[in-house]
């Protein structure tokens, strides 16, 4: 019981953290691309509530269908991260030609992800495990591997663009793009160590916790270091 809620208390303040630093973004700040940044942090609200709930859902089919729609989201996560670098490193995530294959790449994802419960072409199996707390195991098939190199490909896309911005900033506060970059490449580790089921709950996936990482390095950033004053020559 208590690591249940450990973990659902990890996911709710990533939730709220993200929340409130999407409002911040849009609503106190004149950063740049900063409407989609808070698109962004919405999606990435709605996932870590979605990861908390899930933790309370006792059934199989509650927990089947609720993990086919947590893995739609975070296909739109992965969009949102891309179109947001864009956006802030001065490119137009609507006309930009990489931005719209990361749009024209998440139709089939999503069909893929909400559709999983149907087929195994996502999940080549997929079981709930009761203890510590409900929450699934899967066998990942196409569709979540799919999942997975997109999620991997926006990360590294946005890095390159903020590595980018820091290469041409005059300003100290290109320490901050740098710091947002590397937290950026949080899921990465996450993803191998879940996949070699050696951390604390060997089963449970991990990755949903780098957006607690990513929330905090783009708060550190954006707050400490004044990230939306950059300039480039």
Do not use: C
């Not at 659902?8 to 849009?26: D, E, K, M, P």
């Not at 030609?97 to 139709?107: E, N, P, S, Y």
């Not at 992800?113 to 707390?133: E, N």
């Amino acid at each position: 019981m208590i690591i249940q809620w450990l973990y659902f208390s990890g996911h709710i303040l990533t939730a709220a953290l993200t929340a409130g630093l999407g409002f911040w973004a849009v609503s106190r700040s004149e950063m740049r691309g900063r409407r989609w940044f808070g698109a962004w942090m919405t999606v990435l609200t709605v996932y870590s509530m979605i990861r908390s709930i899930l933790i309370l859902v006792p059934t199989y089919t509650g927990q089947l269908y609720l993990f086919a729609v947590d893995n739609a989201v975070a296909g739109f996560s992965a969009l949102l991260t891309a179109w947001f670098g864009a956006a802030y490193t001065g490119r137009n995530p609507v006309s930009n030609r990489v931005t719209q294959l990361f749009g024209i790449a998440v139709i089939p994802l999503t069909v893929s992800s909400l559709t999983a419960p149907f087929h195994r072409w996502h999940w080549l199996s997929i079981r709930v495990i009761k203890t510590p707390f409900p929450h699934v195991d899967e066998t990942l098939g196409p569709g979540m591997t799919y999942l997975v190199l997109y999620g991997i490909a926006a990360v590294l896309t946005i890095v390159y663009y903020f590595v980018e911005l820091y290469a041409q900033s005059r300003h100290r506060s290109g320490v901050g793009v740098l710091v947002l970059a590397v937290s950026l490449l949080s899921p990465v580790p996450l993803l191998i160590l879940t996949q070699l089921e050696v951390l604390f709950v060997p089963t449970y996936e991990h990755t949903a916790f780098s957006v607690s990482v990513i929330a905090i390095g783009t708060a550190y950033a954006a707050i400490r270091l004044q990230f939306y004053d950059v300039a480039t020559i």
